[in-house]
């Protein structure tokens, strides 16, 4: 899999209000978990958009895509791991 940069904004300083800040941080968050989602989909073989079906429960995973969910549920370091050698 293609290594993607997370974008970020740029540092706060220290006249810069918190709640900047915790925008700042909800932004970061939020892209780390679509990289991460992405990620996922790509190593089951389907899309981000099919991902999110599932999470919503308008669709149901295959049965191989079950079982890879049922080891990320036991298992999520052998996920990351396996995830981190396609990188």
């Known amino acids: 899999m293609p290594k993607r940069s997370v974008k ?6 220290a006249s810069d209000s918190r709640m900047r800040m ?3 941080c909800e932004r970061s968050i939020q892209q780390i978990l679509t990289d ?7 190593m089951l073989g389907v899309s981000l958009a099919t991902i999110r079906k599932w999470e919503r429960g ?26 981190a050698v396609g990188k």
Request: glycine residues 4%; hydrophobic residues 45%; aromatic residues 2%.
């Open 22 to 24: 915790m925008i700042v």
């Open 58 to 83: 308008a669709g149901e995973p295959s049965g191989a895509a079950k079982t890879l969910l049922a080891v990320a549920r036991l298992h999520p370091d052998a996920i990351r791991e396996a995830l």
């Open 36 to 42: 991460l989602e992405q990620d996922f989909a790509t």
């Open 8 to 13: 970020t904004d740029p540092p706060c300083n």
